[in-house]
């Protein structure tokens, strides 16, 4: 499954669980939103910037999400350095503002495989959440620490 299927079933699962979009990205398609580093982190134009795969949020809380078409650690990396060192505050603060965000949740989304979710288990404290997505399009919670989603 490609990283474009798994991102479109999982927008389509969040707007029919009454989340709200905000942003989305498919790869190389150019649509998603670059967030900027702090200024005070901030050395080139570009520099450092991420375009999140999917920003949703509703009732307070927000969901950022990475989506892969395979396990791949260095996204755990990424959303733990994210998650940890408020290197992107700011910009997060802008795209969100008018949404009264009072958590931002970071999780991977993929397709549901059982050697994805062996390697995704050795890494889930990185992450807020895991979802799945399987060859008809269902998505599954595998893991979500703070019952972002109920």
């Known amino acids: 499954m490609t990283e474009e299927r ?3 079933h999982i927008l389509n699962w969040l707007e ?3 989340w709200t979009l905000v ?6 398609s150019g649509t998603g939103i670059l967030l900027h580093p702090n200024e005070a982190i901030k050395t080139e134009k ?4 991420i375009i999140p795969d999917i920003i949703a949020v509703k009732q307070h809380k927000a969901v950022f999400f990475e989506n892969k078409n395979r396990f791949y ?3 755990f990396d990424k959303l733990k350095e994210i998650k940890t ?3 992107y505050s700011e910009a997060l603060s802008t795209l969100l503002k008018g949404h009264e965000v009072r958590a931002i949740y970071y ?5 549901h495989t059982s050697k994805n979710i062996d390697k995704a288990r050795e890494h889930l404290a990185q ?3 895991l979802v799945v997505v399987d060859n008809e399009g269902q998505v599954a919670i595998t893991y979500d620490n703070s019952d972002i989603f109920k």
């Open 85 to 87: 060192n408020d290197k």
């Open 23 to 28: 942003c989305y990205d498919f790869p190389q």
């Open 127 to 129: 992450i807020d959440f």
């Open 6 to 8: 798994v991102t479109k």
């Open 107 to 111: 999780g991977i989304g993929m397709p």
């Open 73 to 75: 650690k260095a996204d």
């Open 46 to 49: 570009n520099k450092g910037g």
């Open 16 to 18: 029919s669980n009454n």
